[in-house]
């Protein structure tokens, strides 16, 4: 089903690994970049930027002038498998598709 696995080196794996990241980063946290940019460019109003861990998980709250610009939160669990689980899952993947190749079935043909 996941041939296409068979033939990546680990060097493409850790670039997936690396892809995904980086789609996250731009998908999960774009709102929240982009209150903390416009809160801590130079503006007559101060901003702030406030990052804690507690009860809720972590929860990020971005204020300017007063106003709440974002306020978000996540749980360790469900970040830990946002980060994790996916790389995770390709790597068990790849792993048995590379274990088939080396059975000794594989090894009689050739």
Not at 14 to 21: L, Q, R, T
Request: with cysteine; aromatic share 12%; glycine share 10%.
């Amino acid at each position: 089903m996941f041939k296409f696995l068979r033939s990546w080196s680990a060097g493409k794996l850790f670039a997936s690994w690396i892809a995904y990241w980086i789609l996250l980063i731009g998908i999960c946290l774009r709102p929240a970049v982009v209150a903390i940019w416009r809160a801590t460019r130079d503006t007559p109003e101060h901003g702030s930027v406030n990052l804690s861990f507690g009860d809720a998980g972590f929860v990020l709250d971005v204020v300017k002038g007063g106003a709440k610009l974002y306020s978000g939160s996540i749980h360790l669990l469900p970040l830990a498998l946002l980060v994790a689980g996916p790389p995770l899952a390709i790597w068990l993947l790849w792993v048995a598709s590379r274990s088939k190749r080396s059975t000794p079935d594989a090894m009689v043909g050739g």
